[in-house]
């Protein structure tokens, strides 16, 4: 493994520094084995006392050091046992660490080929009790961000050197090249996403993605504990996060447990013979996600799914190998521990062995029980997602996975918005996906979106006109207001559009204004034209009613929804006394409509205040919808 950001004395630090320091560092271990280059690598690179599992793995990376012979005396901790699997040059090393156990620096005695030296490994004090990491609900909308394409801020220090790509001027134009975006430049821009409304920042990966080019995106591990250095740093990371946290907003993080880079040192040198599945790369997956809950399916076919290597670059981890899963789930519990993140996406789900997966979120609630992990489940179906949410009847093994992602949004929401409301099409096809609900083991916990970092954009193109914007406002108003928990693209609040199609680069362009040197600073009300300014207000008008004022609502209101009928959608979400109650006019044309059917949620008479007009709108026996119209209206 590669040696990273020097530490200095890892013992000081970390028990000078705490959880931060360790953090900070990501450090080489320290000791006279690692002088003697016995030991170059220990991961994780450092614990805590008081955990919940209290059986540690470590991972000790050097030449020949799996034949090492390896002792602890430390009170309140127990080497289990110590063993090499098919290389000589990594040795697993099990703790039992007992309640008794208390902060400071155990030394291993390491003796090895007639040489003998130490190594000092930090147990740290734990600084925030489990119940205070309550991740994320459908009380929260998640703004997805690309760091390499979202904003720069030049960095105090010098740019890394050791990377075998880097961002120049020139790779702003190409769309797989890396365009400079990185953490503090996200930093920079908080109290603009605070302002828009949004609760949660979900971030694509920012682990280090050491590869020769095109993984900009951040889906090509190299190291798991290091922050990719053209992003910043494992401090810059952890100071995000708490700047995040002083303005409100939750940070999740991206993680990775199907594949890593090709470039990852395992490649080269891998622990086990089995660590990677179909390690001569020949195998790669048929992306027929079907296969794994096909009552019928062949061998072959399952294989190929879920053991075959996602791309030639992302070579696919084993597993059921029981050292790679315990390695994973420590990794997720070190940075959820370390850094204070409030929620995990982990990517490609059902392309990992599913009943290894399961004991990842198992672990990880039974330490953070109030934490939430969403998995990418891509489906075109509500079935094939349901099938993966803990609970779920449909599914003969539990998955112990709480949130799944909603991508029938993603596939039909376009269309849907844009047709013309009639018996079969328009908002009947979204009002037809919401009554399929009762396959979710709880709806609640479903991600939905209109597009991501992965997908089309939703808009095809860039509106021209405000009265061009009437489905994307319908679509915004849905994605906010109904079941679920919403996440919106970096850019949609700007009207960003564009295709994959050529490239997924066009769907991940930069926001003007957030690199030196652009013309226009959309982040600025200045730098947006009318129409964004007008798409700008819509959202986050919406975004901050629903964080200020309808939060609770919002995510633990019940849903009733009324069949779309002469192009009217209605739906009312009810908590108690308060309720809020949506009708879209799902044609181009005016509408005007008995409202006799919906007199159970909106009887004659009485007068609500519409969020998205400002104005206090009476229910008449008859009323007519402008084209398009959007109303939100609020009984509190």
Not at 191 to 220: F, Q
Request: net charge negative.
């Amino acid at each position: 493994m590669k040696k990273i950001e020097k530490a200095g004395a890892l013992v000081l630090a970390g028990l000078i520094g705490g959880t931060s320091a360790c953090m900070a560092l990501s450090p080489e271990p320290a000791g006279s084995a690692v002088k003697k280059g016995m030991v170059t690598n220990v991961e994780p690179p450092c614990w805590w006392t008081g955990m919940a599992n209290d059986t540690l793995q470590l991972l000790m990376t050097g030449p020949g050091v799996g034949n090492a012979d390896v002792s602890l005396d430390y009170p309140g901790v127990t080497l289990d046992r110590q063993f090499k699997l098919d290389s000589p040059n990594y040795k697993f090393v099990y703790l039992v660490i007992s309640g008794d156990a208390r902060p400071g620096t155990m030394k291993f005695n390491i003796s090895l080929d007639g040489k003998k030296g130490t190594l000092d490994y930090t147990l740290l004090a734990r600084d925030r009790d489990r119940s205070e990491y309550k991740g994320f609900d459908a009380g929260d909308v998640l703004y997805l961000i690309m760091p390499d394409r979202f904003a720069r801020k030049e960095p105090a220090g010098k740019r890394p050197k050791n990377t075998l790509e880097h961002a120049t001027v020139d790779d702003r134009q190409n769309p797989n090249g890396r365009h400079g975006g990185n953490i503090a430049g996200i930093g920079e821009h908080l109290d603009y996403l605070d302002t828009l409304g949004v609760t949660a920042l979900w971030l694509t990966p920012v682990l280090e993605n050491d590869m020769p080019g095109g993984s900009y995106h951040g889906y090509a591990t190299t190291d798991y504990y290091r922050i990719d250095p053209r992003f910043g740093t494992n401090d810059d990371w952890r100071r995000l996060i708490a700047d995040a946290h002083a303005k409100g907003l939750k940070v999740v993080m991206d993680m990775i447990f199907n594949h890593t880079g090709s470039n990852h040192p395992w490649m080269k040198d891998a622990p086990a013979a089995d660590w990677y599945n179909h390690p001569d790369g020949k195998t790669l997956t048929n992306f027929r996600l079907t296969t794994v809950h096909d009552p019928y399916v062949s061998d072959y076919d399952l294989d190929h799914t879920v053991n075959g290597w996602f791309v030639p670059d992302m070579p696919d981890l084993n597993q059921r190998n029981p050292e790679v899963m315990k390695y994973l789930i420590q990794n997720s519990i070190w940075w959820i521990e370390s850094s204070k993140i409030d929620g995990i996406r982990m990517d490609t789900y059902p392309y990992a062995d599913m009943e290894a997966m399961a004991t990842w979120p198992r672990d990880v609630l039974r330490e953070y029980p109030d934490f939430n992990i969403v998995g990418e489940c891509w489906y075109s179906n509500e079935a094939g997602s349901a099938f993966w949410q803990k609970g779920n009847r449909l599914n003969p093994r539990e998955t112990n996975l709480p949130t799944v992602m909603d991508f029938w949004m993603v596939i039909n929401g376009r269309k849907a918005f844009n047709d013309q409301t009639n018996p079969w099409t328009g908002l009947n096809a979204v009002y037809d996906h919401l009554s399929n609900d009762f396959l979710f083991a709880d709806p609640q916990h479903v991600l939905t979106f209109l597009d991501n970092h992965d997908t089309d954009r939703f808009l095809a193109e860039t509106p021209e006109k405000a009265e061009e914007l009437g489905p994307w406002k319908q679509a915004v108003a849905f994605l906010l207001t109904s079941r679920g928990i919403p996440q919106i693209y970096y850019g949609t609040e700007l009207l960003m559009s564009g295709s994959k199609e050529g490239s997924d680069g066009y769907v991940r362009r930069d926001v003007p204004g957030g690199f030196a040197g652009d013309e226009m600073n959309a982040f600025t009300r200045e730098g947006r034209s009318e129409v964004q300014n007008d798409a700008y207000d819509f959202l986050s008008n919406l975004l901050r009613w629903r964080r200020d004022k309808a939060r609770d609502v919002m995510a633990k209101g019940s849903l009733k929804h009324f069949m779309p009928q002469n192009g009217i959608y209605a739906y009312q979400r009810k908590l108690g006394d308060k309720e809020v109650i949506v009708l879209l006019n799902g044609n181009d044309t005016p509408n005007t409509v008995t409202m006799e059917r919906t007199l159970e949620v909106l009887p004659y008479g009485t007068t609500l205040h519409d969020v998205v007009s400002g104005k206090d709108i009476t229910i008449e026996p008859e009323m007519t919808f402008a084209p398009r119209q959007v109303m939100v209206l609020e009984n509190f």
